[in-house]
């Protein structure tokens, strides 16, 4: 998780396929919480969320109606 500011994030989005359809990498401020809105239309489906935060990496699948 975020621990302070000034983090390197890495954000990619993978669609059932495994095609990167979204990728961004971005520095914190001094929040402790994120909120990402990429300028993306996703189609209606499942995808991939993989986050990397110093250096660990975290996925989940969220659905798009």
Do not use: D, M
């Not at 975020?2 to 954000?11: D, E, Y």
């Not at 986050?51 to 660990?56: A, D, M, Q, R």
């Amino acid at each position: 998780g975020l621990q302070a500011g000034n983090q390197r994030i890495g954000l990619n989005i993978y669609n059932l396929l495994g095609e990167r359809v979204y990728r961004n990498e971005f520095t914190t401020k001094e929040e402790s919480r994120l909120v990402i809105k990429p300028e993306l239309a996703l189609s209606a489906g499942v995808y991939l969320i993989e986050t990397t935060v110093n250096g660990i990496i975290n996925r989940e699948k969220f659905v798009v109606k």
